[in-house]
């Protein structure tokens, strides 16, 4: 929780334009599942985008648009379908939690299906695209260290759930929460 702080608070080095460029064309390839994924009329996006527009706001700041629209939803919702349609092909960049130089060696993989997390929370908070991107990398490296430490195969657990503890922290630390706040509400994703 402290950590997701720091680093958007820019306490940590930030992030060099290679990692930048590389969640860039991450995000890029996710948007390209999630859009083809609803033009194709994958079932679970779709029926998860057609609740989502039962949840429209017109409300300044408490909204957010989904994928193809610029009608604004309730942000759990449009998190919920985007993120679905981006995992629907379960094909967009994939990474692997391996650092030998650590002694983290677990090899758990995951996928950046929670990047709408992150810029959902981006979007509610006003922040232009280079600290979207930051935050994307926030939420990579959350579960990313994760992985590389606690492999959740070995438990037949999905690895999203290292995604979702990386959201957590990811939009929590976006929106201003503190650190206790974060903390409690990834107690509650895992719990």
Same mark, same amino acid.
């Given at each position: 929780?402290?950590?997701?702080?720091?680093?958007?608070? =820019?306490?940590?080095?930030?992030?060099?334009?290679?990692?930048? !460029?590389?969640?860039?064309?991450?995000?890029?390839?996710?948007?390209?599942? =999630?859009?083809?994924?609803?033009?194709?009329?994958?079932?679970?996006?779709?029926?998860?985008?057609?609740?989502?527009?039962?949840?429209?706001?017109?409300?300044? $700041?408490?909204?957010?648009?989904?994928?193809?629209?610029?009608?604004?939803?309730?942000?759990?919702?449009?998190?919920?379908?985007?993120?679905?349609?981006?995992?629907?092909? /379960?094909? !967009?960049?994939?990474?692997?939690?391996?650092?030998?130089?650590?002694?983290?060696?677990?090899?758990?993989?995951?996928?950046?299906?929670?990047?709408?997390?992150?810029?959902?929370?981006?979007?509610?908070?006003?922040?232009?695209?280079?600290?979207?991107?930051?935050?994307?990398?926030?939420? /990579?490296?959350?579960?990313?260290?994760?992985?590389?430490?606690?492999?959740?195969? !070995?438990?037949?657990?999905?690895?999203?759930?290292?995604?979702?503890?990386?959201? $957590?922290?990811?939009?929590?630390?976006?929106?201003?929460?503190?650190?206790?706040?974060?903390?409690?509400?990834?107690?509650?994703?895992?719990?």
């Amino acid at each position: 929780a402290q950590y997701a702080l720091d680093m958007l608070q =820019g306490r940590h080095p930030g992030p060099s334009d290679a990692v930048l !460029n590389r969640v860039e064309q991450f995000h890029l390839d996710s948007i390209a599942c =999630g859009v083809s994924a609803l033009a194709a009329g994958a079932n679970a996006p779709t029926v998860l985008r057609q609740e989502a527009f039962e949840y429209t706001t017109t409300k300044p $700041a408490t909204g957010v648009p989904m994928f193809g629209s610029t009608v604004k939803v309730a942000p759990e919702k449009a998190v919920l379908a985007c993120s679905s349609a981006v995992r629907e092909w /379960d094909s !967009n960049g994939t990474n692997f939690g391996y650092n030998p130089a650590r002694g983290a060696t677990r090899g758990e993989f995951g996928h950046n299906d929670f990047y709408p997390v992150a810029v959902a929370a981006a979007q509610l908070r006003g922040m232009d695209g280079r600290q979207t991107l930051k935050a994307m990398i926030l939420l /990579d490296e959350i579960r990313g260290r994760l992985a590389e430490v606690f492999a959740l195969k !070995n438990y037949k657990i999905d690895h999203v759930v290292h995604g979702a503890i990386g959201s $957590a922290a990811t939009y929590g630390a976006v929106l201003g929460a503190t650190a206790e706040q974060i903390e409690s509400a990834i107690g509650m994703v895992v719990a």
